[in-house]
Each structure stands twice: as structure tokens, then as C-alpha cells.
């Protein structure tokens, strides 16, 4: 069982930047993918980033490509989301998730385990 928590949102202005990040505790979070997703009211879940769980490989999103960046410290058992140049159509609450396997699957049903979310709003 791993239990996460998501904090380090808030309210940013266009083209600002925010960290959010994920604190895992139970079994070996080094043995994990670990995922960032987003939902916004109304809409699925969709899918921003993911990160190997040796931190090898990454992916992400169009949408996000370029700018923001996923990565993991091992040692603290947290996953970070930089989030730059952010823009209004980011505002969501976003989720971490973490699953068994290295593969940076896209998917949420991929996904074990979840967090409560934290909220990110982007004023224009």
C-alpha cells in the first residue's frame, strides 16, 4: 500500500510558475512509476506527466511539453511537478499516481494508487 499527498498548489498569474509535489509513504517508493494528472470540473481525468521509477524516463502531455518538467528524489519519497509559463487553460486540480511496472503509462485505470489532489489556478 503507498499513501500520497499532493500540496504545493495555489492561485499564479499567466506565465507564472508553480511546484507541486507529491510525498509517498508506505511500501518502497523507489519501486514505482509515479504520474501527475489533471481534472478540471465536467471532464475526465487526463493525463500531464509520468516519470520511471528510476527517474530515467519521462513523459508528457503536448500539452505540457516544453513546459513542464516531472522528477523524483528517491531519497525524500517525493515526486515534483515545475510547472512554467503557465497559462488559464492549466487550472485544475492535480493529482499524483503512482503504479508497479517501469512503464510511464498514459492511463489512468494504469495507475494503483492516488492521491487527494491539489488545486493549481491560473488567473489570465
Known amino acids: 500500500q503507498v499513501q500520497l499527498v499532493e500540496s504545493g498548489g495555489g492561485l499564479v498569474q499567466a506565465g507564472g510558475s508553480l511546484r507541486v509535489s507529491c510525498a509517498a509513504s508506505?511500501?518502497?517508493?523507489?519501486?514505482?512509476?509515479m504520474g501527475w494528472f489533471r481534472q478540471v470540473p465536467g471532464k475526465e481525468r487526463e493525463f500531464v506527466a509520468a516519470i520511471s521509477s528510476s527517474g530515467g524516463r519521462t513523459s508528457y502531455t503536448d500539452l505540457v511539453k516544453g513546459r513542464f518538467t516531472i522528477s523524483r528524489d528517491n531519497a525524500k519519497n517525493t515526486v515534483y511537478l515545475q510547472m512554467n509559463s503557465l497559462k488559464p487553460e492549466d487550472t485544475a486540480v492535480y493529482y499524483c499516481?503512482?503504479?508497479?511496472?517501469?512503464?510511464?503509462?498514459?492511463?489512468?485505470?494504469?495507475?494503483?494508487?492516488w492521491g487527494q489532489g491539489t488545486q493549481v489556478t491560473v488567473s489570465s
Open positions: 499516481a503512482a503504479r508497479g511496472g517501469t512503464a510511464t503509462m498514459t492511463w489512468t485505470s494504469a495507475y494503483d494508487y
Open positions: 508506505g511500501r518502497t517508493f523507489s519501486i514505482y512509476t
